[in-house]
T-cell receptor
Framework: QKEVEQNSGPLSVPEGAIASLNCTYS??????FFWYRQYSGKSPELIMS????GDKEDGRFTAQLNKASQYVSLLIRDSQPSDSATYLC??????????FGRGTSLIVHP | EPEVTQTPSHQVTQMGQEVILRCVPI?????FYWYRQILGQKVEFLVS????????KSEIFDDQFSVERPDGSNFTLKIRSTKLEDSAMYFC?????????????FGPGTRLLVL
């Protein structure tokens, strides 16, 4: 059974702060890792993907991957109220089908 | 920018009825997927489709489900005899390739309510 664990939150941060979202996964065969943002009642929207250990930066977002620890995180710098959403971690293994976590609810308050 | 579209946006049906959910994937994409999300729960994979065949399916995708690509653009999910527990948001997705680094693009979803 492939498990993806995320703190359900809500994680509340003030506007302008750094939001740190964490995810652990059980499938050691996972090769690629995707972070999606999902607004209430909407579909998942890809934020970032990461495939190699280390950090990957894209604008205000940084994904961090540590395959040895089976851990992936997403940092959001200069958080904005529009970042308020649920963030889904989705590792993908040998079958190329992602397994989604339940997501972490982020609230950015002005 | 190309996007995945889905119809209808909402569907209400009676238990035991058949429903067909429709999707138009991005035009140059070759891999198609259906996911569902029960309210308050995680996104769950149902089935993937490539070259007019199912390539993978989950244990959720039992005999009451079927998928079809009836023409060059549409990709459908049929639920033969709906149950109350089929009430969920159904998302279609597509990707250009099937590799583990390929990005899957999600449609806006169809909210299915079974009464």
């Amino acid at each position: 059974q492939k498990e993806v664990e995320q703190n359900s939150g809500p994680l509340s941060v003030p506007e302008g702060a750094i939001a740190s979202l964490n995810c652990t996964y059980s499938d050691r065969g996972s090769q690629s890792f995707f972070w999606y943002r999902q607004y209430s009642g909407k579909s998942p929207e890809l934020i970032m993907s990461i495939y190699s250990n280390g950090d990957k930066e894209d604008g205000r977002f940084t994904a961090q991957l540590n395959k040895a620890s089976q851990y992936v995180s997403l940092l959001i710098r200069d958080s904005q109220p529009s970042d308020s959403a649920t963030y889904l971690c989705a590792p993908r293994g040998g079958s190329y089908i992602p397994t989604f976590g339940r997501g972490t609810s982020l609230i950015v308050h002005p | 920018e190309p996007e995945v579209t889905q119809t209808p946006s909402h569907q209400v049906t009676q238990m035991g009825q058949e429903v067909i959910l429709r999707c138009v994937p991005i035009s140059n994409h070759l891999y198609f997927y259906w996911y569902r999300q029960i309210l308050g729960q995680k996104v769950e994979f149902l089935v993937s489709f490539y070259n007019n065949e199912i390539s993978e399916k989950s244990e959720i995708f039992d005999d009451q489900f079927s998928v079809e690509r009836p023409d060059g653009s549409n990709f459908t999910l049929k639920i033969r005899s709906t149950k109350l527990e089929d009430s969920a948001m159904y998302f279609c997705a597509s990707s250009e390739g099937g590799g583990h680094q390929e990005t899957q693009y999600f449609g806006p979803g169809t909210r299915l309510l079974v009464l």
